[in-house]
């Protein structure tokens, strides 16, 4: 009778037992790792990263206008990558890939198209925000870029050359913390091996937990050179986003209110016969300006101003409500005006 009481007792406990296994069993299969929560505690294969993370990233493409030497008007095509942010159809992509654009269409992982509105760009940190009208999208969950270490596997996803949508390329992190000059503007980056290509500009760059940890903006291509990918830090890129997103433009930062090209363009050239290095004035903020279109910038406070790295490292000394002495050749004429420091706003 003992033994009889003891075979049923340990019947109960298998019992049990398989009711409780099959009650957390089912609820692994109910709750899936998705791209969407945190991150989890081990590491992810490639293919588990790109299962997580390819629906969040998107294939942009543009139409500009612009005007040839006859002053002919057509419209110039573009192609770039981003990524979803937010369920609502917030998206994070470089400046330079929707920059001057009068369309801008996003393409989903699921072919499904989309006319995005522009929330926010900014030339300094290559950034730019816009959002399409749609709902319950997968979004892809910010990791850590400080707390990457070189070495790491880095993988990327985005859509080189305009027209590979959702292609995933594997390398490691290579450096961080690169010092890189892109387009006149200076920016601190992280460099990775994994394959970059015209098209991925805008896309994202992922770590072994399937985290965003970079936002691909550049690679560098010559005969000879590999595996030089360039993506910036999602801890640099956060607040930017933030600020495009609630303001349009980041606060806070010192500006001339005017917009410059350099003199060595062939545009310039034309008009004003000039072979060498300056910047003239092309808009100003208002009328009022003191800074006219077409002004040449010799210097500001003294300080010879030659370059758009001129320009900014000067601004960068000043405040909000500064004033500063410009001496500017206005009509083949030398003169010296007074600006005064405002908050840079697009215009």
């Known amino acids: 009778m003992k033994e009889k009481r003891i075979y049923t007792t340990a019947i109960v406990f298998c019992i049990l037992c398989a009711a409780v296994c099959g009650f957390f069993f089912g609820l692994y299969l109910n709750n899936p790792v998705t791209a969407n929560e945190t991150e989890t505690d081990g590491n992810l294969s490639i293919v588990q990263i790109a299962q997580n993370s390819a629906d969040t990233v998107v294939e942009i493409a543009t139409e500009t206008t612009v005007?040839?030497?006859?002053?002919?008007?057509?419209?110039?095509?573009?192609?770039?990558?981003?990524?979803?942010i937010s369920a609502d159809g917030v998206i994070v992509t470089n400046n330079?890939?929707?920059?001057?654009?009068?369309?801008i269409t996003v393409r989903l992982r699921s072919g499904k198209e989309y006319e995005a509105k522009l929330l926010g760009?900014?030339?300094?940190?290559?950034?730019?925000?816009?959002?399409?009208?749609?709902?319950?999208?997968?979004?892809?969950?910010?990791?850590?870029?400080?707390?990457?270490?070189?070495g790491e596997t880095a993988v990327a996803i985005g859509n080189?050359?305009?027209?590979?949508?959702?292609?995933?390329?594997?390398?490691?992190?290579?450096?961080?913390?690169?010092?890189?000059?892109?387009?006149?503007?200076?920016?601190?980056?992280?460099?990775?091996?994994?394959?970059?290509?015209?098209?991925?500009?805008?896309?994202?760059?992922?770590?072994?937990?399937?985290?965003?940890?970079?936002?691909?903006?550049?690679?560098?291509?010559?005969?000879?050179?590999?595996?030089l990918g360039f993506a910036i830090p999602i801890n640099v890129a956060k607040p930017i986003i933030s600020q495009l997103k609630d303001h349009g433009y980041v606060t806070g930062?010192?500006?001339?209110?005017?917009?410059?090209?350099?003199?060595?363009?062939?545009?310039?050239?034309y008009y004003f016969h000039v072979n060498r290095t300056g910047l003239?004035?092309?808009?100003?903020?208002?009328?009022?300006?003191?800074?006219?279109?077409?002004?040449?910038?010799?210097?500001?406070?003294?300080?010879?101003?030659?370059?758009y790295e001129d320009l900014t490292a000067l601004l960068k000394?000043?405040?909000?409500?500064?004033?500063?002495?410009?001496?500017?050749?206005?009509?083949?004429?030398?003169?010296?005006?007074?600006?005064?420091?405002?908050?840079?706003?697009?215009?």
């Open 67 to 84: 005007y040839d030497s006859r002053m002919r008007q057509y419209v110039s095509e573009g192609a770039g990558s981003g990524v979803i």
């Open 96 to 103: 330079h890939v929707i920059d001057g654009a009068s369309k």
């Open 280 to 307: 003239f004035v092309m808009r100003t903020a208002d009328e009022t300006h003191p800074l006219k279109p077409w002004d040449r910038i010799v210097s500001i406070d003294s300080q010879v101003i030659n370059t």
């Open 121 to 150: 760009a900014d030339n300094a940190t290559d950034l730019a925000v816009v959002k399409i009208d749609a709902n319950n999208l997968k979004y892809a969950v910010f990791g850590d870029s400080d707390a990457l270490l070189v």
């Open 253 to 269: 930062r010192p500006a001339l209110g005017i917009e410059v090209a350099l003199g060595e363009s062939s545009y310039l050239s």
């Open 160 to 227: 080189p050359l305009g027209e590979l949508g959702g292609t995933v390329t594997e390398g490691i992190i290579s450096a961080k913390d690169r010092t890189i000059v892109i387009d006149n503007q200076e920016m601190t980056l992280l460099q990775t091996s994994a394959a970059i290509n015209p098209g991925n500009s805008g896309g994202g760059l992922f770590n072994d937990q399937g985290a965003l940890i970079g936002i691909v903006n550049a690679k560098f291509a010559d005969t000879g050179i590999e595996g």
């Open 317 to 347: 000394t000043h405040k909000i409500g500064d004033k500063v002495s410009i001496k500017i050749i206005r009509n083949y004429e030398e003169m010296t005006v007074t600006a005064t420091i405002i908050e840079q706003k697009p215009f």
